[in-house]
């Protein structure tokens, strides 16, 4: 047996054209229909061969190949590795590339198994010490270990970082560990499984109960309730039926969706796959951007790997069920990320919103009734069918059950992807998981659900993480993006800066958005520079609720929110900027001066010969000073100074 389609004797019928409704289980724990211990002991041989558990001596290197890590330069790691394993005589070992194994921050990331071995910042140079001390003699590469930011400790395995312990890890549990370019490698590890119990244990109706019973909420933003979505589409009236996913993640900082697609595309496309079953539909769309190349190339070979075991086609494993996928690269507009918008993206109208209801579910995909969920919302659904909609509910929390991924990015120590249980607090993300703020500096605030969120600040750390926690506290979930800012954060300029992404994806449709936003953004541009006058607080307020209620789609009715949660928490730092002409985090340039600390200062003149524009004299050895005419706030003085005596005033 080479793979996995082959088969184990002239007894095996099943192919592409007529499959055999226990194929998935004679692979990985027959032979079904004969016993035979030669078949057998074939499977068992490939089956270590594909994918080696624990238990194994034999040992994988295990080399991250997701986007951040191959822009790092894994792929380089990957080819040095293979030559010197090959070039070492070493043949027990297996290189093989994985998907994103989540903690960013430290790549490119080698993993040994079966001892669980973290290598990070690996680069080509590495990979002969790691050969020769490791894989050779047995001897660890101590230098390449992770160091704990808190602690200083030093971790060997990555199941002692703390930035896994944390983490409940379901939807990413194969990234990171199985090569996403490999079918086998998902089977064997029980991919698929959900897809063959539900057709041999659910009917269409009992599909959709049991994702009720889950309590799964969409995990694209909004958390709308994914088993009535599901009950909508399936009551729909409608020859032709559509199942739609939404990959199309415009939300800065946020690539949750992008690292599944890598590193993890069969589960999206098993999770399609039941949703058609559950609701009717024979033939989907994944709607994916055009900026997300590697996640295309693994999604393409997944479904064309996956059409020629005969699990995605027609009939599919003999079920009487048939489903084709298709792929949709979008042009990348943020607005198409609104569900119809979205789907007038893919019937190749322009990408702007329509006017609801009629709803998706009854009105969607060529006007037909169709099913829209986002990536991660698909990865869910194989776990819920073969684990039982009850097990999915006991986790998390009372109305919001299971995990969500957040993409950890901003002024934290461990950038990432992290998947934690609901109800986790904002304190155990961020300090815990994410290693605390950089360079011992102070927490500021998080914006959390990207441009469409808010920032929350110090006195909400300990709120636990839930769909209708974070509405309270003025942010929501949004895709689960999740940015981090310290103390030198200004949060007007932040606001601003959000507002000018909403602004500038506006599709333009409806005038609140259009021109709302225009004005509003006017207004933080005045205040950032110097300009901000007595009154532009309320009006701030009173065009950002108007834009909420009138707004056509969702993208304006939440672009207001990071300027409404900004003004609830840190109206301070509004006022101070509109009041005083001063900007107590000392960003906004036209609101800061760079004074210098006559105590400090030793005149070593430093500061005066880097600054670009000569505005800082004084003698050698004599305490210096800025011109504030000439200055232009670059800072480059500060970064200079190695007494730390300039400082924003």
């Known amino acids: 047996m080479e793979n996995l389609m082959s088969a184990c004797c002239s007894k095996c019928t099943h192919d592409q054209s007529d499959p055999c409704k226990d194929y998935l289980l004679c692979r990985t724990e027959g032979p079904i229909c004969h016993d035979s211990e030669e078949c057998r002991a074939k499977r068992q041989a490939l089956i270590d061969k594909v994918h080696l558990s624990a238990e194994k001596s034999n040992r994988r290197v295990l080399i991250c190949a997701g986007t951040g890590c191959v822009a790092s330069g894994s792929r380089d790691v990957q080819q040095v590795m293979l030559q010197a394993v090959k070039d070492a005589g070493i043949t027990d070992c297996e290189v093989s590339i994985t998907g994103c194994h989540g903690f ?5 990331i080698v993993i040994v198994e079966p001892e669980g071995v973290f290598y990070g910042g690996v680069s080509a140079d590495d990979v ?52 996403p370019e490999k079918i086998d490698e998902y089977i064997v590890t029980g991919g698929y499984s959900g897809l063959i119990k539900t057709f041999t244990d659910f009917t269409s109706q009992k599909v959709v109960e049991e994702v009720k019973t889950s309590g799964l909420r969409g995990r694209g933003g909004g958390g709308f309730p994914t088993g009535l ?15 739609v996913c939404n990959a199309d993640e415009g939300d800065p900082g946020a690539f949750m969706d992008r690292s599944i697609l890598e590193g993890n595309p069969h589960a999206v496309i098993e999770g399609m796959m039941i949703a058609g079953y559950a609701v009717g539909a024979t033939e989907g769309y994944v709607y994916v951007r055009a900026e997300y190349p590697l996640a295309i190339k693994r999604l393409e070979r997944a479904i064309a790997q996956a059409e020629e075991y005969g699990i995605l086609g027609g009939n599919v494993l003999g079920s009487g069920f048939s489903f084709k996928l298709k792929i949709k690269a979008g042009a990348g507009a943020f607005v198409c990320g609104e569900e119809t918008a979205l789907l007038n993206s893919i019937q190749g109208e322009r990408g ?31 776990i819920i069918m073969e684990k039982g909609g009850d097990w999915y509910a006991s986790r998390g929390t009372e109305k919001s059950k299971g995990t969500k991924v957040f993409a950890l990015t901003g002024k934290i120590n461990n950038t990432g992807l992290a998947e934690v249980p609901m109800g986790i607090t904002l304190r155990e993300i ?6 605390g703020i950089k360079d011992g500096k102070k927490y500021k605030a998080v914006q959390i659900g990207g441009p469409s969120g808010g920032c929350l600040p110090e006195e909400q750390l300990d709120l636990p993480i839930d769909y209708d926690s974070l509405i309270s506290a003025g942010a929501m979930m949004g895709s689960g993006g999740l940015v981090v800012m310290d103390e030198t954060t200004c949060m007007v300029d932040l606001a601003r800066y959000f507002l000018t992404f909403t602004q500038n994806e506006s599709c333009g449709k409806c005038v609140p958005c259009r021109e709302g936003t225009k004005r509003m953004l006017e207004i933080l541009t005045r205040i950032t520079e110097g300009d901000g006058q007595e009154g532009d607080i309320e009006t701030l307020e009173r ?77 050698v050895k004599q305490v210096h000073e800025i011109d504030p005419e000439i200055c232009t706030n670059c800072g480059t003085c500060i970064e200079n100074c190695r007494k730390e005596a300039i400082y924003k005033g």
């Open 430 to 435: 961020i300090f815990d998981i994410g290693g």
């Open 104 to 108: 960013c921050e430290q790549g490119p």
């Open 543 to 619: 065009l950002a609720k108007s834009i909420k209620n009138t707004s056509l789609c969702g993208l304006g009715q939440t672009a207001p929110n990071p300027v409404l949660s900004t003004l609830r928490y840190f109206r301070n730092e509004y006022e101070a900027h509109i009041n005083k002409k001063w900007c107590p985090a000392g960003e906004c340039k036209a609101l800061t001066v760079l004074k210098i600390d006559p105590e400090k200062c030793n005149g070593c003149t430093r500061c005066a010969r880097n600054c670009p524009v000569e505005a800082i004299t004084g003698e």
């Open 229 to 243: 979505k599901w009950q909508f589409t399936a009551q729909a009236q409608g020859d032709v039926k559509y199942v």
């Open 128 to 179: 002969e010490e790691i050969v020769e001390k490791h894989l050779k003699n047995g001897e660890l590469v101590e230098r390449l270990f992770f160091t704990e930011p808190n602690s200083g400790d030093k971790d060997k395995y990555y199941r002692d970082i703390m930035f896994y312990k944390k983490q409940e890890r379901m939807v990413l549990k194969n990234c990171g560990h199985i090569n």
């Open 352 to 382: 702007m919103p329509r006017v609801r209801p009629p709803f998706p579910a009854n009105e969607g995909l060529w006007y037909k009734p169709t099913l829209l969920n986002n990536v991660e919302t698909y990865a869910n659904i194989p």
